[in-house]
């Protein structure tokens, strides 16, 4: 049973900065794609970067690119984001998720998730203008 808890999460003014973490438990996590993704009010849920925990290669979405940081402590199994710059419009509940595919093609990410894609509860990020 895998399980993801999200931390980190709260009110910033916007320009500031948080750092969200992802503790990972239940497996180990080699093979797996990790990351983050968020959802505003009345909006899908969008990708907003990933790590590959083999290799430790990145990948964000455009819209948080220069601003937002992924990475891994493999010895904790934990996933952070660490958030700059940060924009009213990255106020979501960021969700942290593993197992799930990334398709690579340049200068596009197609992201793919399925059942066996497991969540955490999310954690509410709001930044205030």
């Known amino acids: 049973q895998v399980q993801l808890v999200e931390s980190g999460g709260r009110e910033v003014q916007a320009g500031g900065s948080l750092r969200l973490s992802c503790a990972a438990s239940g497996r180990t996590f080699s093979s797996y794609t990790m990351g983050w993704f968020r959802q505003a009010p009345g909006l899908e849920r969008e990708f907003v970067s990933a790590?590959?925990?083999?290799?430790?290669?990145?990948y964000y979405a455009d819209s948080v690119k220069g601003r937002f940081t992924i990475s891994r402590d493999n010895a904790k199994n934990v996933v952070y984001l660490q958030m700059n710059s940060l924009k009213p419009e990255d106020t979501a509940v960021y969700y942290c998720?593993?197992?799930?595919?990334?398709?690579?093609?340049?200068?596009?990410?197609?992201?793919?998730?399925?059942?066996?894609?497991?969540w955490g509860q999310g954690t509410q990020v709001t930044v205030s203008s």
């Open positions: 998720a593993a197992g799930f595919k990334l398709e690579i093609t340049p200068g596009v990410i197609v992201v793919v998730t399925t059942d066996d894609t497991h």
């Open positions: 790590i590959r925990w083999s290799d430790g290669s990145t």
